[in-house]
């Protein structure tokens, strides 16, 4: 396909990808846009002007401030919705190119927007689902020759975040404060933390589910799935190891999480899928799926410092996810768990097998063992104050087409 839009050969936002996010200029309040090139597409206008007849969606849907209500119309709905718009802009479709005064009212510049919070998240969970990162995290504060936990290889562990404190691309974070115990012989103090550190992870967002009760099987899975985000997931390592046992994180992570503000659909993924690796032990019934269930979405992590260096510090890919989308949103509900349009469901810290793909400094440093020498001579260990993290992600298909997600971006205030 081709758009009559000038679309840059790097852009995350081809004809192909049509991703989904809220948007508002000084003029207008937040609505439903779509992304194009370094364009918005603006759906409460293409509604106005009568390109969105015979779709289910009223304008109300779009003239919105969270992608909550299209997401609640369900799969089918929204995947005639983007092909709708990706209808519109194609080349070979004169309906919308040729009445200019309708172009300058539906297609906006994208840096004369300001990007909003895509969706009201209901309930967030944050999976454990790379095998590499498991294993470096085990080695580090457990046996090394026993990494993994007995469950890790037969369930998709993951617990219950905090919702309210996940925030979009672009809003700083202050470090958080907490109990601290940085000499084991000694009491806890209370203190700012002092090992901050990020977390690549990628997260996707539901349509509304099934019944309390009931379960949503892999087969089913892909059709309660609305699309994916970049998600950065901040931590406190310092605090979540005083306070983690036996319940697991707390303020160590409730501090906050940054998403990425346009949430590309499944249906633009398609041409990244790859097979996953061999699971091994078996998996229990429930958790098998057919056909290829991971992607190839290339990830990279920059710490951009104060004075503005961007220095690369992770280049990683979603592949390297040993349980899939699938087999989480399977396991979150095969005990009858409900899930609603719009939660969120994150995949946890992507690792590959080298150190230059691991998702974390606490993994980057080696526990803080491995300073690491930035662009400009500087060194961190984990994160400082003034320090930005910026994620992009981005595929590329076997015919070419670039799939992106844009970035995520989120910059850490002093206590």
Known sequence: MKSWIDIAPDSDFSLANIPFGIFKTEVNTAR??????????????????????????????????SLNPIIARGKGPCRELRSRVQKLLRSDVPDLQRKEHHVAQALLPLAEVTMCMPVEIGDYTDFYSSEQHARNVGMMFRDPDNALLPNWKHMPVAY????????????????????????????????????????????????????????????????????????????????????????????????????????????????LRVPGPNQDPKVLPYLEYEGNGHYNVALEVDIVTPEGVATTVSRSNLRHMYWNMQQQLAHHTVGGCNVRGGDLLASGTISGDDEGSYGSMLEISWRGTKPVELADGSTRKFIADGDSVVMRGCGVSAEGERIGFGEVEGTILAH
């Open 160 to 271: 219950h975040g905090r919702a309210s404190s996940v925030v979009v691309s672009g809003t700083p974070l202050r470090r958080p404060a907490g109990q601290l115990r940085p000499d084991p012989e000694q009491p806890p103090i209370y203190g700012a933390s002092r090992l901050l550190d990020f977390e690549l992870e990628m997260g996707f967002i539901t349509h509304p589910g099934k019944p309390l009760g009931e379960t949503i099987s892999t087969a089913e899975a892909e059709a309660f799935i609305f699309g994916l985000v970049l998600f950065n997931d901040w931590s406190a390592r310092d605090i979540q190891k005083w306070e983690y046992v036996p319940l697991g994180p707390f303020l160590g992570k409730n501090f906050g999480s940054s998403i990425s503000p346009w949430v590309v659909t499944l249906d633009a993924l398609n041409g």
């Open 32 to 65: 439903v846009g779509c992304a194009i090139g370094d364009r918005v597409v603006d759906l409460k206008a293409l509604h106005v002007l009568g390109y969105l007849e015979n779709l289910p969606f009223e304008l109300a849907d779009l003239d919105c401030a």
